[in-house]
């Protein structure tokens, strides 16, 4: 044989390698490009459930008319919506509307269970009618604590829902509540209380008196100034007098 007899199967094994690590490096390209395109509809699909839902509302920006003559004058956002019965249920829950529902009603409901448990005990070893009747009375008180409360807020929750339309003005220094006579003022000094929960904004007033203003019915252009608005005018719920 000469010098040259092997040197064609060294070459061609070389092709083929070359064209191995080719096609290697194409499908590793490939899987790179699918896993950013997976990646990036994840991250999209995540900025639209944590968007609120818009309901199709418009804001307008009104003029300031209170406003002093030395003042700066700054246009409001001008809001109108019809409150739903589980947007202000949501509001009454948690403002402590009804003294006999969340730790309290549970601290209520232990006790009357303990005691449903002792007079049932007693019953059954002293085979004594008066242990069985107490402890359906327990029984029954602790469908009172846990039920009654939360039919009183939905029938009221209900009837503030009346699905009248409400108009709130949105000014850096106050919201204004209604028109005409029926108006009424909420300063935004920091005196009142600021708390976001199941897409509503809920302004509360040392006086008892409340806004729910559902995010659903703020054009997503004009919300981040509503809740800068709110939030420079209000404190946080949670904080500490």
Same mark, same amino acid.
């Given at each position: 044989?000469?010098?040259?007899?092997?040197?064609?199967?060294?070459?061609?094994?070389?092709?083929?390698?070359? =064209?191995?690590?080719?096609?290697?490096?194409?499908? *590793?390209?490939?899987?790179?490009?699918?896993?950013?395109?997976?990646?990036?509809? *994840?991250?999209?699909?995540?900025?639209? @459930?944590?968007?609120?839902?818009?309901? +199709?509302?418009?804001?307008?920006?009104?003029?300031? =008319?209170?406003?002093?003559?030395?003042?700066?004058?700054?246009?409001?956002? +001008?809001? $109108?919506?019809?409150?739903?019965?589980?947007?202000?249920?949501?509001?009454?829950?948690?403002?402590?509307?009804?003294?006999?529902?969340?730790?309290?009603?549970?601290?209520?409901?232990?006790?009357?269970?303990?005691?449903?448990?002792?007079?049932? &005990?007693?019953?059954?070893?002293?085979? $004594?009618?008066?242990?069985?009747?107490?402890?359906?009375?327990?029984?029954?008180?602790?469908?009172?604590?846990?039920?009654?409360?939360?039919?009183? #807020?939905?029938?009221? &929750?209900?009837?503030?829902?009346?699905?009248?339309?409400?108009?709130?003005?949105?000014?850096?220094?106050?919201?204004?509540?209604?028109?005409?006579?029926?108006?009424?003022?909420?300063?935004?000094?920091?005196?009142?209380?600021?708390?976001?929960? @199941?897409?509503? #904004?809920?302004?509360?007033?040392?006086?008892?008196?409340?806004?729910?203003?559902?995010?659903?019915?703020?054009?997503?252009?004009?919300?981040?100034?509503?809740?800068? #608005?709110?939030?420079?005018?209000?404190?946080?719920? $949670? *904080?500490? @007098?």
């Amino acid at each position: 044989m000469d010098g040259y007899g092997s040197s064609r199967p060294i070459l061609k094994q070389d092709g083929q390698e070359e =064209d191995r690590k080719k096609q290697q490096l194409e499908q *590793e390209l490939a899987q790179v490009l699918k896993e950013a395109e997976e990646t990036e509809r *994840e991250e999209q699909a995540r900025e639209e @459930e944590e968007s609120p839902d818009w309901d +199709g509302s418009e804001a307008e920006y009104v003029p300031d =008319d209170d406003a002093e003559v030395y003042e700066e004058v700054r246009p409001g956002i +001008g809001l $109108n919506y019809v409150l739903r019965p589980e947007e202000v249920y949501e509001c009454l829950k948690r403002s402590g509307f009804c003294k006999t529902s969340g730790k309290r009603a549970a601290v209520e409901c232990v006790l009357l269970g303990i005691c449903a448990v002792a007079c049932m &005990a007693a019953y059954l070893i002293q085979q $004594n009618i008066h242990g069985l009747i107490l402890a359906a009375l327990c029984l029954a008180l602790i469908a009172v604590v846990c039920l009654v409360p939360y039919w009183g #807020m939905r029938r009221h &929750a209900r009837r503030i829902a009346n699905g009248k339309e409400l108009h709130v003005e949105i000014y850096p220094d106050e919201l204004q509540v209604g028109r005409g006579d029926g108006q009424w003022e909420i300063p935004l000094d920091g005196t009142s209380m600021l708390e976001e929960y @199941e897409e509503l #904004m809920v302004v509360s007033t040392p006086h008892k008196k409340m806004l729910c203003i559902p995010m659903r019915s703020v054009e997503p252009n004009v919300l981040p100034d509503v809740q800068a #608005m709110l939030l420079a005018g209000t404190r946080p719920a $949670n *904080e500490e @007098e």
